[in-house]
């Protein structure tokens, strides 16, 4: 089974302090990981994945097998980095790797 | 531009009547998925399809229903509305693999 778990529901920071969006993951095979954002009364949108390894918004977020983790991070935040960001999991024993899994979101506040 | 549309926007229907939520893509992908996001639970799958005549169950079917007769449509059917099914539904579609998903602006049903 495939599974993703945000431990923290709200995050609250200050501008211009670090964050750090904790995910960890458990499957069984190799899979693929993504951050999706989701601004206020708006859809999800993809953020970052894993596979391309690049850096957006300021956003970046290392694979850490050993640790099964994904954690998404900023060195300093920003007023419009205020948003639900969830972590997903792209794996599955059938369908080659189709199925989408989501972690419960964590509600990023950044206070001025 | 491809997209992704759901409809209604909003609904409200009473206890026990059956509901239809509309789910539409022109990204021609194999792959589309139904969630419920609810505080707490995060996104939740409820059912989702690999190609046309395919449906499979996620982790919260019980209840719903969904048929794929084209590529571009995955109807979601509430068979008997219940007010625990009161929440927000967002409907996604992706290529195969490890790509990116792209969302519907989600439906907000409300069963009184």
């Known amino acids: 089974a495939q599974r993703v778990t945000q431990p923290e529901k709200l995050l609250s920071v200050f501008k211009g302090a670090p964050v750090e969006l904790k995910c960890n993951y458990s499957y069984s095979g190799s899979p693929e990981l993504f951050w999706y954002v989701q601004y206020s009364r708006q859809r999800l949108q993809l953020l970052l994945r894993?596979?391309s390894r690049e850096s957006i918004k300021g956003f970046t977020a290392d694979l850490n097998k050993g640790e099964t983790s994904f954690h998404l991070k900023k060195p300093f935040a920003q007023e419009e980095d205020s948003a639900m960001y969830y972590c997903a999991l792209s794996g599955g024993l059938t369908g080659g790797g189709n199925k989408l899994t989501f972690g419960t979101g964590t509600q990023l506040k950044v206070e001025l | 531009d491809a997209e992704i549309t759901q409809s209604p926007r909003h609904k409200i229907t009473e206890t026990g009547r059956q509901v239809t939520l509309a789910c539409h893509q022109t990204?021609?992908?194999?792959?589309m998925f139904w969630y419920r996001q609810d505080l707490g639970h995060g996104l939740r799958l409820i059912h989702y399809?690999?190609?046309?005549?395919?449906?499979n169950k996620g982790e919260v079917s019980d209840g719903y229903s969904v048929s794929r007769s084209n590529t571009e449509d995955l109807p979601l059917t509430l068979e008997s509305a219940a007010s625990s099914q009161t929440s927000v539904y967002f409907c996604?579609?992706?290529?195969?693999?490890?790509?990116?998903?792209?969302f519907g602006q989600g439906t907000r049903l409300t069963v009184v």
């Open positions: 990204w021609n992908h194999n792959n």
């Open positions: 996604a579609s992706k290529a195969g693999g490890h790509t990116e998903a792209f």
């Open positions: 894993h596979i």
């Open positions: 399809s690999y190609g046309v005549q395919d449906t």
